[in-house]
């Protein structure tokens, strides 16, 4: 199975500071179709994950611009330029493109 | 509006079976591949399953294989999840979501299963 490897697993982030999460996987996410099925999930105290990010950098509809996503084959990246305070949560990276589809052990987000 | 809402759950004893629904609506049920992933409590995220449009392909993860079953009815605009022999291990809340070729973009609140004495 592809392991997904986050850092750090806990972060406390000053309002308006940027943040990021880094998402490391144990071999390379580039599908034969020639798409990094890379996927950054929000989940929020008490609610299931949301989508925030698919193919690596595509973000969903009506997610905040200050979330991006980056990275390449195996090292992949989480980007919040300004925390504000609904951001609080765990984030989860999670690869699709081989089965069994694998999750990072997440990585909490709260404000300092 | 698209909605997915699971239902199914409850408290039930290791060696027995449950059987999980997820009733979708606002979008075209047969059109999307769907997945079944849970949490135990206090934990990460784990994928379960995934089927396809039709339910010709299934995938399990190899911590349920033989064990739990996906399937679907298009026609009900219902996903399911088959469990049988529950360990304790199998406490989670389990969620379903609508899938896509490598992601999973819209989830349901979830559904807790509890497998104890």
């Known amino acids: 199975d592809v392991v997904m490897t986050q850092s750090p697993l806990s972060l406390s982030v000053t309002l308006g500071q940027p943040a990021s999460i880094s998402c490391r996987s144990s071999?390379?996410?580039?599908?034969?179709?020639?798409?990094?099925?890379l996927n950054w999930l929000q989940q929020r105290p008490g609610q299931p994950p949301k989508r925030l990010i698919y193919?690596?950098?595509d973000r969903e509809s009506g997610v905040p611009d200050r979330f991006s996503g980056s990275g390449s084959a195996t090292d992949f990246t989480l980007h919040i330029s300004r925390v504000e305070a609904e951001d609080v949560g765990v984030y989860y990276c999670?690869?699709?493109?081989?089965?069994?589809?694998?999750f990072g052990q997440g990585t909490k987000v709260e404000i300092k | 509006q698209m909605q997915l809402v699971e239902s199914g759950g409850g408290l039930v004893k290791p060696g027995e079976s449950l059987r999980l629904s997820c009733a979708a609506s606002g979008f075209t049920f047969r059109g999307h591949f769907m997945s079944w992933i849970r949490q135990a409590p206090g934990k990460g995220l784990e994928w379960l399953a995934y089927i396809s449009f039709e339910g010709t392909l299934t995938y399990h993860a190899d911590s349920v294989k033989g064990r739990f079953t996906i399937s679907r009815d298009n026609g009900k605009n219902s996903l399911y999840l088959q469990m049988n022999s529950l360990r304790a291990e199998d406490t989670a809340v389990y969620y379903c979501?609508?899938?896509?070729?490598?992601?999973?973009?819209?989830w349901g609140q979830g559904v807790t299963v509890t497998v104890s004495s």
């Open positions: 999670m690869q699709g493109t081989h089965w069994p589809w694998t």
């Open positions: 193919k690596v950098s």
């Open positions: 979501a609508k899938a896509g070729t490598g992601w999973l973009d819209h």
């Open positions: 071999q390379s996410l580039v599908y034969t179709d020639g798409n990094i099925y």
